[in-house]
């Protein structure tokens, strides 16, 4: 599929649940939250068609993320019926990494059942290497099962594993370096990613936002000067750098910043109500659950709905433009 623009799309990030065991200040900043009635959210099986119809338009990357995607029920059932689908070729989850360190009742860890139902590559998130840090941020003291959770998946042996931290004045910036050494005896790599309006305005504010640029001064500071390797491509927006003395390379996403963020958009974004949305910074979303849920539509009226969207992908998003979240974007996954 290709949208007007030239982007090639290949690649659906499926949220499968709005729910979260975590409260991030950034994404989730209220204890209290509206979850959806679960009639409201999709069936795994509406979630297979789809995915099974997108595949069938080139689709061959399927990211599944959340709220956090780990706290819906029969997620290893669902991700073992993913890998079936022919053209699905690569399929990744985004985690809060506080529940691949679980083990069932045959002592096998979550990352490990993950591993063996076909996920190829895992990312987690991690702001901070401070327990007192991370309760501060996620709203939530599970650093140690955070940590156990990355153990989990090195031992997993996954094809890769990232971290993604989001950049935050005053809660990491004096500890990128840490961050940088902490993936480095691990062999993850880690992203460095801009505070977005994503689903709440409420902590960006210019005292917060910590500019992808202003970090990588920062790291060059301590580190010396980082090499850019453009010839490095991760299937995101990713800008790689690589750190002199050790080879490490880390990445940064700027969306806010970066003015040429949105040219290698190769997604769509499925969020776990049945939204179909061209772009993560545009209110542009399409309801591919009442097309879903209307017993007359075929397999062909869906795929003719991907195509409808996919002609409607704007160029570039919007965050730049003093965008304002719509109040469900939760449900969006980042
Ligand atoms: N719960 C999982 C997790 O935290 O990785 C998956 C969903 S989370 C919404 C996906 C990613 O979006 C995380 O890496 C998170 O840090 C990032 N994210 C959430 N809100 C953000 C914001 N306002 N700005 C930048 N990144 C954000
Ligand atoms: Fe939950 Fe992920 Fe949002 Fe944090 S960023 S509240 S872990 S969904």
């Not at 409420?202 to 992808?212: G, I, M, P």
Request: proline share 3%; net charge negative; aromatic share 8%.
């Amino acid at each position: 599929m290709e949208d007007r623009f030239g982007h090639h799309i290949s690649y659906l990030r499926v949220s499968i649940t709005d729910r979260c065991n975590e409260r991030c200040e950034y994404c989730m900043p209220h204890e209290e939250q509206d979850w959806l009635p679960r009639e409201d959210v999709l069936s795994y099986e509406e979630i297979l068609r789809v995915i099974r119809v997108g595949a069938s338009l080139g689709i061959s990357k399927v990211r599944i993320t959340g709220g956090e995607p780990l706290t819906r029920r029969n997620v290893l059932w669902f991700f073992q019926q993913l890998k079936t689908i022919e053209g699905i070729s690569d399929i990744g989850i985004s985690t809060n990494g506080t529940l691949l360190g679980r083990r069932d009742e045959n002592g096998v860890t979550t990352a490990q059942s993950l591993k063996n139902a076909g996920v190829r590559t895992v990312n987690i998130s991690l702001d901070t290497l401070d327990a007192k840090a991370y309760e501060k941020t996620t709203g939530r003291n599970l650093f140690n099962e955070v940590m156990a959770g990355i153990d989990a998946a090195r031992e997993a042996e996954f094809e890769s594993i990232k971290l993604n931290t989001v950049l935050m004045r005053h809660r990491n910036e004096h500890e990128l370096w840490d961050l940088i050494e902490f993936s480095r005896e691990r062999n993850l790599l880690l992203r460095f990613i801009e505070l977005m309006p994503v689903s709440t305005t409420e902590v960006l504010t210019s005292d917060n936002f910590l500019s992808a640029g202003e970090a990588k001064k920062l790291i060059e500071f301590r580190l010396g000067e980082l090499t850019p390797r453009p010839d490095m491509r991760t299937n995101g927006p990713s800008s790689y750098f690589e750190i002199p003395n050790t080879g490490q390379m880390i990445g940064f996403i700027g969306a806010m910043t970066n003015l040429h963020f949105c040219e290698s958009c190769n997604k769509l974004r499925l969020t776990c109500e049945g939204k179909l949305r061209p772009c993560l910074g545009s209110h542009l979303e399409f309801d591919m659950r009442e097309v879903l849920r209307n017993e007359a539509m075929t397999d062909s009226d869906i795929a003719r709905f991907f195509l409808h969207v996919v002609e409607r992908k704007p160029e570039m998003h919007e965050f730049r433009e003093n965008y304002q979240p719509g109040r469900r974007m939760i449900a969006i996954g980042g």
